[in-house]
């Protein structure tokens, strides 16, 4: 069975900006994909959770096993709120918005019961709408940006953590007016 990777793009640094595509060759399957009984083979951590091993991409794209790829952040991992938002900043800079959704994927998971839950929900969506951007992929970008809006909505009245707030929103309802905004509002020491 040969599974043919969708075309890929280029990434380079900025802030949510479609970039030129590149082809990615056919390769077959292996072990933790889709065998010929159509059953999927999950990696597993110690304790037998699902747990993605694959090798990705710049985009967070699955690369075959033993390609190597880019570092990936550690899952579940506890930050705190602004360490949350320096860390995403420094993966958004560097061109790999899927990256920074996983950052902000930790911080909503910690925060499920807290009264700022959906913030982090609603940065991960923007996040992974830049990535769908970046990817080529204009509707599934549409999706989750208008996802992203309406899930910080009720924070676009306040800056939590100096979360410009109002500017991303507003820029998750038109992205087309350009290069997505800073999360800060300010620069901190750890932003650059």
């Known amino acids: 069975m040969y599974l043919s990777l ?55 794209r699955p690369l075959p096993y033993g390609t ?15 360490q949350t938002v320096d860390e995403a900043q420094r993966l958004f800079d560097s061109g ?8 902000f994927e930790d911080a909503w998971k910690a925060a499920r019961e807290a009264d700022d839950a959906d913030l982090w929900k609603g940065l991960a969506q923007l996040a992974v709408g830049c990535t769908h951007r970046l990817r080529g992929n204009p509707e599934g970008a549409d999706r989750l940006l208008g996802r992203a809006a309406a899930a910080l909505a ?16 507003a820029w998750a309802q038109q992205p087309e007016r350009g290069a997505m905004p800073r999360l800060r509002k300010t620069q901190g020491p750890n932003t650059q």
């Open 154 to 169: 009720p924070y676009a009245g306040s800056s939590p953590y100096d979360i410009d707030v109002a500017q991303l929103q």
């Open 6 to 60: 969708s075309r890929a793009y280029v990434v380079s640094p900025g802030h949510c900006s479609p970039v030129h595509r590149v082809n990615r060759p056919s390769r077959p399957a292996r072990s933790g994909e889709m065998a010929q009984t159509g059953r999927m083979d999950r990696d597993r951590d110690p304790a037998g959770r699902p747990r993605n091993a694959r090798p990705r991409d710049e985009l967070g």
């Open 96 to 103: 790999r918005p899927f990256h920074a959704h996983e950052v």
């Open 68 to 82: 190597q790829g880019v570092p990936r952040q550690r899952e579940g991992q506890v930050r705190t709120p602004e």
